[in-house]
């Protein structure tokens, strides 16, 4: 480690051409950047966001000059503690995430922050994705794909990262780049950097030349193998360039940084179908896999039995599993093929052939897929049944091994056993078995002194079982990290581990790129800096770190995300508990209200993400709660008990604001606006050009015809107050517009008595102020049983947000539709619609999304657009009730891409919430308004009143 001068020197060469902003050295988030998705934390000295190629270029050598250990992070999703150090944290972040397909999609390159299913739905259209599938593909980024040599269900050994490699930009510890797709670049690599390319050479050469170890190199990578080096490469090339780029593979960040890969894409066939095939004994079941393992099959994973009854009781699992004897075991099956008559005869090929095998039940492939996707939820739901049915406080962690196909059902018992013999019960076995690759699932205590031991005696055995005993690899696609590095030379033998050596040498001399990765001399660095799990709140202690809710946070740029924010909550538990570093407590506790609690969108959308299934808004809405001071909450309560003349203050003040805007322009009001705000500390709302004029008046109830079938319309607060913005071409408020459109398609609209002084509670919850919340709605909800005619009518939201929480909460038996779910269901085909030819944008909002309405949102874009565009780098817009006036940086945060993905044609974008169009049409430069302005502008009523009258109604 450097010692505190010559990192300082280093950090005062930084500022010369990094911001500060991006140089991160304070208490708390250092700690939330030393974990990542394995069982270890380590403290960053200091993080660094690094925005491009050239500070890349820049930094290295100026790590190398002030001998400044450096480790490069892209997600954090890694799992054996590679992406953690105590030094120089590099952070690649949203800056790399530019991409190139070729004309014809049999290439893309990738910046290494794309996250993996990003680079697939940029492929889908051109039938084509990526090689690598890993299980974490929605989370992690391309950079670890390739630096772990990721593999997955599919992939297998013959489409991950070094079998598809292209060509790569790679930047080395001098700071040079090489394009190894470019000539011009590999010649001037090769003259300026001779040495390291002859001694390549020649490690190649002599490497060959060794018939036993190239043959035993060969024979290692025939199975999955992530153990060490892609010692392959020596083998496997004769050029130099292409020896370097497939070594970079695979090496973790300890020889180079991965800048951009190219990959070789695959085809994604257009059909599939499933079986879940159950045995009687996981040596019937092993036996199936090298019978199929020939045939036409993507994916075939293993499931024992303690893996099968961990999700027996979950919803839509088949009632079989939970009569299953304790031997069995299943194998889920999975077949593709472009053509869908190709597809059935592959299917009767696999049934055939498993005639030979004794299966508990016949064995039948659907190609329904909704059924293929609940029988892949048994898969997908292991490893999240395992981590929430956990004892609060231990750790997950999920190992992989790989064994040649013959020996897997002996692997199988052998861990069965060695679990049994070391007290981890509970402990699961599932895999990739196509590839003999077997993950397990531990649950070891930690805080307990014992359990260190154990799990250091538990990983000798393993070892040395999956080595001597069946010659295996001891990571097939987790990455050696600091979890396996004391066992690499194990695994391949003196001789090979000298090359690795020989090769860490060459490329970092100094040992400072993500040193002790990999190869470690110390033999209990797995058992060492080991993360504390204490318990905080049941909300959040079945947090396993794993990162999978950050992508679509709207504060992961800007502030913190779910996962660093349980993180700072555990420490300071810990913290506080064991009376240490005090005054490091109270820093980060200061940190924690801003960076924490203040800039969380609280959208809930990392409870979708998370697979264990942790809600931190949830959490940090509960903080939020307690944070508030007795004066707080009676001027909350005040609020919602005169509801009424707050509305109404509310549409005065807008009206105003809208008033001097005409009349100074917008130059001056964002000038004078800006001036307040910075006066006040941040205290007075941001203005933007884009804030909407006062509401009009709320329409007045119609009789309609006594056919007409009746609608209960609530508008939101939102939308009773808060009109267009300036500019807008449409001017009416959005009631009018909805009531409009309603009875455009015939029915009475009915309104609840006296909703001015009715809010859902929304504000006050997102606020953490729950009592007033619950008791608004509850107000709410007798009013609506009332207008509704105690239930018989249903109840018409506007805006999603307001939707998704009466959904939630209202207990009353009413029938409560957000507006895109009513308007899909039971107005669209009352109404005669002309497509208009436009672009436009779609915005689901996070409650939208949460209530799964996002299809039939995209529907009636679609019925009333030529093109509809959908920003796939979108997510939470982060304006969060009203935090875009109080906190706008979380909205520009989230919604940065926004411009970037629409358009140019595009000239208006579509949404459900009017406080989420407001930061839409801020940061897009277009007018965002709710899908009803849509609707209306492009329909007309049914012609034929008889079929309006037989048209869907609620």
């Avoid at 491009?52 to 001998?67: C, F, N, Q, T, V």
């Avoid at 009376?579 to 203040?598: F, H, M, N, T, V």
């Amino acid at each position: 480690m450097a010692n505190a001068n010559d990192l300082e020197r280093f950090l005062t060469e930084l500022r010369g051409f990094i911001p500060e902003s991006r140089l991160i050295s304070d208490p708390l988030r250092t700690l939330t950047y030393g974990t990542d998705a394995s069982l270890y934390r380590l403290l960053p000295r200091l993080v660094v966001r690094v925005a491009g190629e050239a500070e890349m270029s820049r930094i290295l050598p100026l790590a190398g000059r002030y001998r400044i250990p450096v480790t490069f992070r892209a997600a954090g999703t890694s799992l054996s503690g590679q992406a953690i150090t105590d030094s120089v944290l590099l952070v690649v972040g949203d800056e790399w995430r530019k991409w190139r397909i070729a004309r014809d999609a049999s290439r893309i390159s990738l910046q290494p922050a794309i996250v993996g299913s990003h680079a697939n739905r940029l492929l889908a259209p051109h039938g084509r994705k990526i090689g690598p599938d890993p299980a974490s593909l929605n989370a992690c980024h391309i950079g670890g794909i390739a630096a772990n040599n990721a593999s997955g269900m599919c992939c297998g050994t013959a489409q991950n990262s070094y079998q598809t490699l292209d060509s790569m930009r790679v930047i080395l510890a001098d700071g040079t780049l090489l394009d190894t797709g470019d000539p011009a670049s590999r010649a001037a690599f090769a003259q300026g950097h001779s040495k390291l390319v002859e001694a390549l050479a020649e490690l190649g050469r002599r490497t060959r030349t060794d018939t036993a170890l190239a043959d035993r190199i060969r024979e290692k990578f025939r199975i999955k193998n992530t153990c060490g080096y892609s010692l392959n490469a020596l083998v496997d090339f004769e050029d130099p360039i292409d020896i370097l780029q497939h070594l970079m593979i695979g090496s973790e960040g300890t020889l180079g940084f991965i800048a951009e890969i190219t990959y070789r894409t695959v085809v994604d066939p257009k059909h599939k179908a499933t079986a879940l095939i159950l045995f009687p004994d996981i040596a019937s079941a092993c036996r199936a896999i090298q019978i199929i393992k020939p045939l036409p099959v993507a994916a075939a994973e293993l499931m024992d039995r303690a893996s099968l009854h961990s999700v027996e009781d979950k919803p839509g699992v088949p009632a079989a599993l939970k009569a299953l004897g304790p031997h069995a075991a299943a194998l889920l099956v999975e077949t593709r093929a472009d053509d869908a008559g190709v597809l059935t005869e592959q299917a009767e090929t696999i049934v055939a052939a498993l005639s030979e095998v004794e299966t508990l039940s016949p064995v039948t492939f659907t190609a329904n897929r909704p059924e293929c996707d609940r029988l892949w939820a048994i898969r997908s739901g292991l490893f999240p049944s395992v981590g929430s049915m956990r004892k609060t406080g231990t750790t997950v962690i999920i190992e992989d091994v790989a064994v040649a196909v013959p020996k897997l059902a002996a692997l199988t018992m052998d861990l069965q056993d060695l679990f049994q013999r070391h007290g981890y019960e509970g402990s699961i076995i599932f895999g990739h078995a196509l590839e003999g690759n077997l993950h397990f699932v531990i649950t070891p205590d930690f805080g307990q002194p014992e359990a260190v031991e154990r799990y250091r005696i538990f990983m000798d055995e393993l070892s040395d079982m999956v080595v001597k005993r069946h010659d295996g690899s001891l990571k097939a696609e987790h990455g050696t990290g600091r979890n396996m590095a004391p066992f690499v030379e194990l695994e391949w033998g003196a001789q090979a581990y000298g090359l690795m050596r020989e090769l860490k040498g060459l490329f970092d001399p100094d040992n400072l790129l993500n040193p002790g990765v990999l190869l470690n001399d110390d033999p209990d660095v797995h058992t060492r800096n080991l993360k504390p799990m204490p318990a905080v709140d049941a909300l959040i202690d079945k947090c396993i770190e794993c990162g999978f809710c950050e992508p679509t946070c709207p504060s992961r740029a800007v502030t913190l995300t779910p996962r660093q924010r349980i993180v700072a909550l555990r420490e300071l538990e810990r913290l506080d508990s064991t009376g240490e570093a005090p005054a490091r407590a109270k820093q980060i506790r200061k940190s924690y209200r801003y960076q924490g609690l203040d800039t969380c969108a609280v959208d809930s959308l990392c409870a979708q993400a998370c697979p264990v299934g942790i809600d931190t808004g949830k959490m940090v809405k509960q903080l939020r709660g307690k944070a508030w001071g007795p004066v707080a909450h009676r001027v909350s309560g005040w609020v919602a008990g005169h509801f009424g003349p707050v509305t109404v203050a509310t549409r005065t003040a807008l009206g105003s604001a809208h008033a001097l805007h005409s009349m100074i322009g917008t130059r001056m009001m964002s000038g004078l606006t800006g001036g307040f705000r910075r006066m006040s500390g941040g205290r007075i709302p941001l203005w933007n050009p884009f804030m909407p004029r006062a509401a009009g008046s709320a329409p007045q109830p119609r009789p309609a015809g006594p056919w007409a079938p009746r609608v209960v319309y609530f508008p939101s607060c939102a939308s009773r107050t808060m009109g267009p913005a300036r500019g807008d071409p449409e001017t009416e408020s959005l009631s009018v517009k909805t009531e409009a459109l309603l009875r455009k398609a015939g029915y009475e609209v009915v309104y609840p008595e006296g909703m001015g002084a009715f809010c859902c509670g929304q504000p006050f919850e997102s606020k953490g102020f729950h009592d007033d919340a619950t008791a608004k709605l509850k107000e709410l909800e007798a009013s609506l049983w009332e207008a509704s005619r105690q239930g018989q009518d249903p109840v018409v939201f506007d805006t999603s947000p307001c939707a998704f929480r009466a959904r939630r909460d209202i207990t009353s038996g009413l029938a409560v539709y957000d507006l895109a779910d009513f308007l899909h269901d039971f107005v669209l085909d009352r109404l005669e619609i002309s497509r208009v030819p436009e672009t436009i944008a779609l915005h689901p909002t996070c409650s939208t999304i949460k209530m799964g309405l996002q299809p039939k949102l995209q529907a009636i874009a679609e019925a009333c657009a030529e093109k509809v565009v959908v920003p796939a780098q979108v997510h939470c817009c982060g304006w969060s009730g009203d935090r875009g006036f109080t906190f706008p940086e979380l909205n520009a945060a989230a919604l940065k891409d926004l411009r970037s993905e629409l358009p140019d044609e595009c000239e208006a974008g579509y949404s459900s919430s009017r406080t989420c169009e407001i930061g839409l049409s801020l940061h897009s430069g277009r007018h965002y308004r709710s899908i009803v302005y849509l609707l209306d502008r492009c329909s007309r009523p049914r012609t034929d009143p008889l079929a309006q009258e037989g048209a869907s109604r609620p």
